[in-house]
């Protein structure tokens, strides 16, 4: 990791003032900076200004956080999306886990060919991928045929698209591999005679997984949770392709917005109460885990 | 590592199942591709290559073509220098605050691409400038360059250090042996970078969306097709060919990644794919 080979470096060479890392990184941080942290800073003070007719009043109210936090619209729409991002987030991580187990444990030197296998769809036409969900999902789509055609159904299934459920299917597809990888790196790193010496000392595979493999993979496990939890609130395209008008999201109102709309700061107090919202939930999961784990530890 | 024990039985019909699901609508695309009918369904009807012809005679999909190349040409090309710059620098040298300059550098993977898009679309909205390719590779080279950083990352660490210094140690200059050295042993890992790059910017979205001016990328292009029930399947034809395109880039980014672990550290187990790299940035 980073940051125990900075320690290490930074002891090897006793060198305190050396520039040269800085400057070969600075090129990499200002593009960062300009392009990331300077516009983020502008769409949070875009957030604070109304906007009147035909123009932007560059005045600082907090006018737009009043309504995004309580006209019902706003309110239903954020739940929702945390509600579907949550949902997504348990769905694809509990899926993984048994795949990156799999994969670390079982993979033997075809792990390289296995990864592989499972992150290249996910490179690829990404539209048409969503899109294709609403072949499979829809009335007379490839899962109603299929089911009817074996005799499973008799009336084709209509929760399944349109709604929140399509997107949780969606998404959970869609980011499957931004969970099994960070799993993944965490499995592999665990000590197998470690697991040798439980069974030695007579645990089962129950308490072998629960006190040795899953504990172990929490950073894993953490990880995946954020990765898939924080851009899936955001998510854009599914919800708009396959969610009808009860699956829509926050990131479809945002883009309203600043587009039909025309409200361009509205919808830039929508994303930075978005953000602020996603952090804390994020920062509050750390917490509970840290905590957590202090506990067992 | 213990590779002695067999997989469960149940585990590995699970591996096979979680894989149908993950491939099922890459499975489907050529179906419908190639399908004789004018409607996205089953059952399917008989073997047409029409929907290509399509393709080729719809100009304003060419267009498309020729902008979303052109940027993601651009992007691959930008975003592996800027990577080269930080991954070099965060494994060689000693950087105050490294840990946070490189996490900042990596926060793209994780914010939502629309926060990504409408904050660039109000810089670019307040500055009073028009929207254009350009505005577009702003955007891509920001969320490919974390890929690049992790994937070049990879291959600089695992660098061994005592090449350089013989380098060093007979006379060559820092510059030259960064030249004659360095470059040479990362040049796969920089390929590679430059591929990934390349196919995420060419089917990237969201982004080029809010950030395209009268000039539509490819996936915009689709994404205004969508709505029309008659363009499907050419849609279909086209996701088709952009899949097999993707594969193949991916595949030989792929192979160059072994081949850069194998020779800068003989270990080609070194590792696991492109994405472990981007993985194991993330931390």
Redesign the interface.
């Known amino acids: 990791m980073q940051a125990g080979r900075t320690v290490t470096r930074a002891v090897a060479v006793p060198m305190a003032r050396d520039w040269r890392g800085l400057l070969l990184i600075s090129p990499t941080l200002v593009y960062a900076l300009t392009m990331l942290a300077a516009p983020l800073a502008l769409l949070i003070i875009m957030s604070l200004w109304t906007q009147d007719v035909i123009e932007i009043r560059r005045t600082i109210s907090l006018d737009n956080y009043r309504q995004v936090f309580t006209e019902p619209l706003y309110r239903v729409l954020m739940a929702r999306s945390l509600l579907i991002a949550g949902v997504v987030t348990l769905v694809t991580v509990l899926l993984a886990y048994p795949i990156a187990y799999f994969v670390a444990f079982y993979g033997g030197k075809r792990r390289g060919m296995w990864l592989l296998l499972i992150t290249i769809p996910f490179w690829t036409s990404y539209l048409v991928r969503i899109f294709l969900w609403k072949v499979i999902l829809g009335y007379n789509g490839v899962l109603n045929s299929g089911l009817l055609g074996l005799g499973l159904i008799d009336q084709p299934l209509t929760f399944i698209l349109y709604n929140a459920n399509a997107v949780v299917i969606t998404l959970a597809h869609a980011w499957a591999p931004f969970a099994i990888l960070p799993l993944y790196v965490s499995l592999s790193r665990i000590d197998h005679s470690l697991l040798e010496a439980a069974r030695d000392l007579g645990d089962g595979p129950v308490r072998r997984f629960l006190r040795i493999t899953l504990p172990l993979s929490m950073p894993g496990l953490i990880a995946a949770v954020l990765i898939v939890f924080i851009p899936t609130v955001g998510d854009y395209v599914t919800p708009r392709l396959l969610g009808g008008t009860d699956g829509l999201m926050i990131a479809n109102m945002i883009e309203v917005q600043f587009g039909k709309a025309n409200n361009a700061p509205l919808g830039a107090a929508l994303a930075t109460s978005a953000m602020l919202i996603v952090a804390s939930v994020a920062l509050l999961f750390l917490w509970l885990n840290q905590r957590s784990l202090r506990r067992v530890g | ?3 002695s ?3 469960p039985g149940g ?2 019909f ?2 096979l199942v ?2 149908l ?6 499975l ?2 050529p179906l ?1 591709a190639f399908n004789d009918s004018a409607v ?4 399917l009807s008989g073997f047409t290559l029409r929907w290509f012809d399509v393709l080729w005679d719809t100009t304003a999909l060419h267009a498309a073509l020729y902008n979303s190349l052109i940027i993601a040409a651009t992007t691959s090309v930008l975003s592996t220098c ?2 080269i ?2 991954a ?3 494994a ?5 605050g ?2 946070g ?2 996490g ?2 990596m ?10 898009g ?6 670019l ?2 500055l009073g400038m028009s929207l254009s390719l350009w505005t577009v590779i ?2 891509h ?2 969320v490919c ?1 974390p890929f690049s ?1 992790a994937i070049l990352g990879a291959a600089f660490n695992n660098m061994d250090a005592s090449l350089e210094e013989a380098s060093m140690d007979l006379g060559e200059s820092a510059l030259g042996t960064f030249r004659r050295i360095i470059l040479p042993l990362a040049a796969p890992g920089i390929l590679a970078s430059m591929l ?1 790059a390349f ?2 910017s060419f ?4 982004i080029a969306f ?1 950030l395209t001016g009268t000039d539509a990328t490819l ?1 915009v292009y ?2 205004s097709q ?1 709505r029309f029930p008659a363009r499907l399947p050419g ?2 034809a ?2 088709f060919l ?2 097999l395109m ?2 193949a880039l ?2 030989t980014a ?1 192979y160059l990644r ?1 081949r850069s672990s194998r020779l800068i550290s003989g270990d080609e ?1 070194e590792g ?5 790299d ?3 940035g ?2």
């Open positions: 590592m213990d590779q024990q067999r997989a585990l590995i699970y591996a979680y894989l699901f993950l491939y099922a609508p890459i489907l695309l419908f996205i369904a089953l059952p800027l990577g710059l930080a070099r620098a965060a060689r040298y000693p950087i105050p490294k840990r300059i490189v900042f550098i926060v793209p993977l994780v914010l939502p691409e629309v926060i990504v409408i904050s660039l679309l109000v810089v909205i307040q702003m955007g080279v920001l360059t950083v990934v196919t995420i089917d990237e979205f969201i809010f996936p689709i994404w969508l849609m279909m086209l996701g952009m899949v993707s594969f991916l595949l792929e072994r187990a696991a794919s492109l994405f472990f981007a993985a194991s993330m931390r």
